[in-house]
């Protein structure tokens, strides 16, 4: 008995020990300029029900008993509302205006959305977008400053886990706080679903990396980079100088390797080569045994009729290639012939760092284009590239260095004809700037559907270096209008 009165007074003691803990949880509190504000207006602010949050773009918020604090980064701006009015604090200590109103001595802002996959398949570009993004933010405020405008970028971003609903999701929540440029989505599927709503509502939609024939046409999607067609050219070319001639195709179903696969067809029967029918897979694959063993099949043909020099493996896709290298790696006859790839595993760290599929990649070869960066503007992506190595601890893509130039070109645009222009206008101030534009990814010129004009490529290629595998440039197409298009080892 007494055992058991003393295992209940221990039992009570923790109870009272972590109920005590609990109560000594501290209250919110407002800090620094937050605190500055409530101290001014104590009434009208209320008390702390949170304690202060971070937004994705950035900005500080914290709840009170009555209304919201705000401190925006963009601009070193600190306000609290109630829903109807807004406090400042501005040059003359705090002000009340209008949520709709703004004073003179206000930065106006220019909100910017970036629709990126953080958390999806294709996560590497998403990550080297953001970050280009938030770079771009830095320095287009920096130059607004220097020049006196009170105007103010303000990038907000949402991850789309590349999934055309959430794409979908993160536009509609973008245009809700007024964004009338959006940048990405990455993928043409993602494109395809944000672009009806894009076009009923007003929203230029800028994607870094969409290459879909099906989507070239005059509306309110620009892609800062060369369509399915030009990489189809990229690709075959290499095939061609490689002495390919019958290529097994495999490809993930979906708008964009579709449409890759599709030109690359074109590209290599208007060179003299043939293309199997190939295997096509849905975009949830799981399981690519099946696949594999369709692939294995064509392959095994292909062989037997050409040789294992002359036949070629093409392989569109996003990060899940990596699971099919994992079942295919076993395949003798798979590991035999060559392997070529397209922009959506260029540079994927997915691969890279899975180390069976890295060593078959390599073994392989599977060099795959990615719209690339002309040497004759290395003085203008060489600084930003390394300011973003520095951060991923690897080269960002060409890719994400576009998400830099579209920011660039839609706040001129804007500077051009202003906040309240009509949409038309500021669209197209928008293709009139990026038509004479030259920026990091150099001349950013679109044709008449909108799609970037100039195709150089890099082709990437996974290597072991070191006891890891990496990824290397290891050659170039250059495609200029107006020159010979040719492979530059």
Known sequence: MRRLFITAMVALGAILILSGTALAQP???FKMGFKSLSD?????????????????????????TRGLMVWRKVDNWTAFTDGQFTWVVGPTGVQRRLNAERFP????????????????????LGESSALAADLAQEDINGYL????SKTRLRVEVRDTKLDPAAALAGMQELASLGARVVVGPQSSSEAATVKP?????????????????SLAEPDNLFRFTPNDALEGQAIAALMGEDGIEFVVPVWRADAGNEGLQIATRRSLEAMGAKMAEGVRYDATTQDFGPVVAALLLQVNQAVEQNGAKSVGVYLAGFDEVTSLFNRAQSEAALGAVRWYGSDGVALSEVLARNAQAASFAARVGYPNPIFGLDVRAREKWEPLSNRMSAVLGREPEAFALGVYDALWVAALANQTVGESAPFD????????????YYGVTAWTGLDDAGDRV????????VREEGGAFRWVRVARYDGTPGSEAKVLR
Not at 145 to 148: H, M, P, S, V, Y
Not at 200 to 210: A, D, P, T, Y
Request: hydrophobic letters at 40%.
């Open 27 to 29: 209250k919110p509190e």
């Open 40 to 64: 001014q207006i104590p009434a009208i602010v209320g008390e702390p029900v949170e304690d202060e949050q971070s937004s994705p773009s950035g900005d500080s918020l914290q709840r009170t």
């Open 105 to 124: 001595w206000e930065a106006r802002e220019m909100v910017v959305g970036a629709l990126v996959s953080l958390t999806g398949s294709w996560s590497s």
């Open 145 to 148: 400053a220097e020049i006196g």
């Open 197 to 213: 709503f894009a076009d009923e509502n007003s929203i230029l939609v800028v994607s870094q990396s969409s290459t879909a024939g």
């Open 425 to 436: 206008a500021l669209k197209q101030a928008f293709v009139q700037t990026a038509n004479s």
């Open 454 to 461: 100039v195709a150089t490529f890099d082709y990437w290629v």
